[in-house]
């Protein structure tokens, strides 16, 4: 069991879910692959199926349209797997909350389909490439209490 | 009896180690190509470990059996061919009379059963991953088999791996002659499409088709499918060596050495071809082989009938 959980946090493989955001966030993602951050030396991969994922990093404020669609993804995953709330509309919608184009925010649209689920909040708009990789950092060290 | 599963084994982990090896060097240059530091050395292995501890999903669109069946095969396919590749570079005078066409129709094996899981997953991108696999394996396998039946006729016609190794060692290398060249680079860039890597990745486009082939794996399933790849990576090379290049020579101390930097430079040449080309559309890839490689193959063939009717052994 420990050396599954080591392996796990060894090769986090990591799939991108815009649920409606502006593409800013997605930018932000996009820059750990470059050579200046590179996530590669960590193992995580971007990888192009959930089925292949343990990391959902999902940006955007979860609309109505997108909602049942990123609670399809998370039950698409193979578990065990961690979510990765990306930036402000992603942890509370942020400055959409009162628009009438809202479904739940992200974790409690995941919560809804499955309670246990492992949610991590990186904040900004958009967040650093930095607080991402503190942020799987610590996606890991919670893989470890499992 | 016991041999044969003996090696069997052997030559199966030694081939998967190798192959994972293999794609983690891959993975390192390609990083370093890009100025990146690149995941450490244990990374491939670390990577089917944990897909062996997660869950294996299957979609409610599938046809279970097959798609749980098919990387199953892929896998004791590649095994299979590692066993009798090993075996024949290591004990040539072993060797069973038409071995090479197993060999042919074993490697078809991993690509098969890709196309047989895709169609069995139920899923739109898989279904176009698996037709592109069709339509990739149409396309190389023609020029492959051409290029491998030049070293065939060149040491006397011999269908034997160990027959081929035998003959080249009194003879010399079959790349050594004209027909030679041409065919190994023929053979060269058909390993390249056999392996999936990028120039004719086009199957499992990440980017276009969400790892078309691959889509709906999960797990364990797909770590089968991964170590079959890892074990082609290591078997195709292996391949050439023995029918081109002359196999392991150990006529002295210095032939294990020859033998690996053999190695190093084919592997060395799928990792340089994969970082210098974009990804063929699959109507490119279709043209290339057949238009491209295949008279090539064709003239290889023509120059080495006409090099043995004359005599003339560097033709």
Redesign the interface.
Known sequence: MA??MW??R??LWVYHVNAGACNNCDIEVLELLT?RY?I??F?MIL???P??A?VLAVTGVCTRQAMPRLQEVYM?T???CVVLAIGACANAQGIFTEAYHMGLPVDEAIKAVDPNAIIIYVPGCPPKPESMIDAAVKGMELLKTL | MGSIVLTFILAATGTLVLGLVLRWVDRKVTAMVQWRVGPPWYQTFVDVLKLMGKENLVPVTAQGTGFLLAPMIALAGSGVTAAILWHAIAIPSQAFVGDLIVVIYLLILPALMTMLGAAASGNPHAAIGASREMKLLLSYELPMVLALLVAVAQTGWSFKLGGIIEAQAAGGSVLLSISGALAIIVAILCMQAKLGQVPFDLAEAECEIMSGVYVEYSGPSLAMFLMSRAMLLALMPLLLIIVFWGGLYTGAWWGYLTFAGKYFVLVALVTLIRNTNPRLRIDQTLKFFWFGLTPVAVLALVLALVGIAKGLPWL
């Open positions: 050396l599954k392996a796990l060894k090769s050579p590179d590669e030396r193992g990888v192009g199926s089925r292949h343990d698409q193979a578990k065990p």
